[in-house]
C-alpha cells in the first residue's frame, strides 16, 4: 500500500514539473521505489501463500505484467494524443493508485480474526537478525551463481526490446509491424507463463532446469534474429521472446525460495532484484554502444544471445550439485511445526488453516 502511494505520489507530481530534470525526481525516485516496492512485496506474499502449486501461483500473479505490457502502451499513446503528457501522467497516477485496494484487501484478509493457526501464525516465525539473515544469503553459493546467472539475464533482457524495432525497420517492416510484434510477444508472454507453469508443478519438473531450457532458447533465436529478414519470422522470434520472458520473469522468486526458504525469501528475493536492477541499468547502453561502434545490429543480438546462453550454463551448474536436490522449501512445514503452540492440537490447526484458505479462495 505504501509503495501504491508512492507510485500515486510520484505520477500525479509529474504532471507539474517545471522541467525535465524533476522528472528524475518525481518520476524516475518516487515512482521507481514504489514500483520495486510493490514488485517485491507482491511476488514474496504469493511465494508464503502456496505451498504447493506455487510455480503456478505466481505465474497467474505475474501475468498482470505482461497485460500492462500489452494494454498501458496503447493507452499512453491514446492519451497523449488526446490529453497531452500532463493529463496522461494524471491518468496514470489513478491507475498506479488502484494499489491500495488489492493492498486492503489482503491486509484483511491475513488478519481477519482468525484463531491461533491462523495465517500470520503460520509464517510469523524466529527469524534470524538482520545482519545474520544476510551474511547467509550472500554465503550460499548457490544463490550467489543463481545471482550471476540472473545478472547476466538482465544486462541484455531489454537488448531485443530496444534493437528489435530499429533492426525490423531497417530490414523493411512498418511501425505498424513492429507494434504487432511486441504486442505478439506480450501475449505470448502471459500464456506461455501460465502454461509452464502448470507443466512445472504437474509433472514436477526440475525449475532450475525449466529456466536454463528457457534461457537457451531464448538465446539461439536472439543470436539468428540478426539475420532475418521476413515479417513473419519476427513475428515468430516475438512468441519465443515472449515465452522465455514470461519463464525467466515468474521463476525467478520460486527459485529463490528452492534455495533459501520462505524465511529468507525477502532478502534473497531483494538481492536478485538489486543485481537485475544493476544489469538493467548498464544492458541496453552497452547494446547501444557495440552497434554505434560497428555500425551494424548483428554483433549486437549476437552479444545478447550468447550471454543468455552462458546464463544457461550458471543455471545448469545450480542444479548438478548433489547437496542441492532436495528443495529448502520444506522447510516450511518444520516453520510451521515450531510456530504452533503446544496446546493447540495438530488437526485443528489443519483445519483451520483449510477453512481459511478455502474462504480466500
Known sequence: MAGSTLIGVGMFSSTSVPSLYWLYLTYGVITGVGFGMVHLVSIVTVNLTFDKGRSVAIAIASSGIGCGNILIPWLTTLWLEEYGWRQT?????????????GGAIIGNVHTSGESRC???NVYNTDHPPLRAAVTEVLKTKYFMIFSVSGFCTSLTYFVPYVMVPELAKAKGLSSTDVVLIFTVSGVSSILGRILIGFIVDILHISRIWTLSIALLIGGIPTIGCAFVYDKWLFIGYGVILGVFTGTFGFLQSVIVVDLLGTELLGIGFGFLTLFHGIAVIIGPPIGGL????THDFTVSFVYAGCLFCLSSLFACAIKTRPDIKESKNDRQTEIRARSYQDDVPVSRCHTNISFVFDTRL
Open 89 to 101: 501522467f494524471l491518468l496514470l497516477a489513478g491507475i498506479g493508485i488502484q494499489g491500495l485496494v
Open 118 to 120: 491462523d495465517h500470520q
Open 290 to 293: 557495440i552497434s554505434d561502434i
